[in-house]
């Protein structure tokens, strides 16, 4: 992987992130996983360049992201998408499941990321907030999305870097 600047980024995050999905990994080299993601942003906010990614309370990878400053989506070539919904529907609570796929992880200090990656952006945590029903203003939302009760948590992040395959 080699590194270039946010800048220099030419991509649809609306399909990037809804069409292609990414993988959010969360941990470093003491441990770490990772699961699907289908929905969020990448913008700018608070003078940054930033990422939203929203987490469910009962997955597994938001004990990492809660205890990590650092959080990394990757993006992959064609190809993956039985591995991408493996990671998406099993939990890393139950089994080591990158193992179950053709994917492989590779940890710093600070982050981890999935080495098979075209694209990953190393994002540094800025905020979180959890989403609660009083907030929704579209409340078919809620019974679309949120039957169970289980509201995402909103988590903002700031691209700190950017790697993209050689």
């Known amino acids: 992987m080699k590194e270039i600047s946010v800048e220099e980024l030419k991509l649809n995050p609306s399909t990037l992130i809804g069409k292609e999905w990414a993988l959010l990994t969360a941990g470093n080299k003491d441990g770490y996983n990772t699961m699907t993601v289908s929905w969020g942003q990448m913008g700018e906010l608070w003078n940054k360049p930033t990422t939203v990614v929203y987490i ?7 004990e ?46 600070d982050y981890a990321y999935i080495e098979q990656a075209k694209l990953v952006l190393v994002c540094k945590k800025l905020y979180r907030q959890p989403m609660t029903p009083d907030s929704f203003i579209d409340k078919s939302l809620i019974e679309k999305c949120y039957a169970a009760g289980d509201f995402h948590e909103m988590y903002v992040g700031e691209i700190v870097k950017v790697l993209v395959s050689k």
């Open 56 to 62: 469910r309370p009962q997955r597994y990878t938001k």
């Open 64 to 109: 990492f992201v809660d205890k990590s400053d650092y959080y990394t989506l990757s993006f992959l070539p064609d190809g993956h998408r039985d591995a991408q919904s493996y990671l998406g529907s099993h939990s890393g609570r139950d089994e080591d499941k990158l193992a179950k796929t053709d994917l492989t992880g590779t940890a710093t200090d």
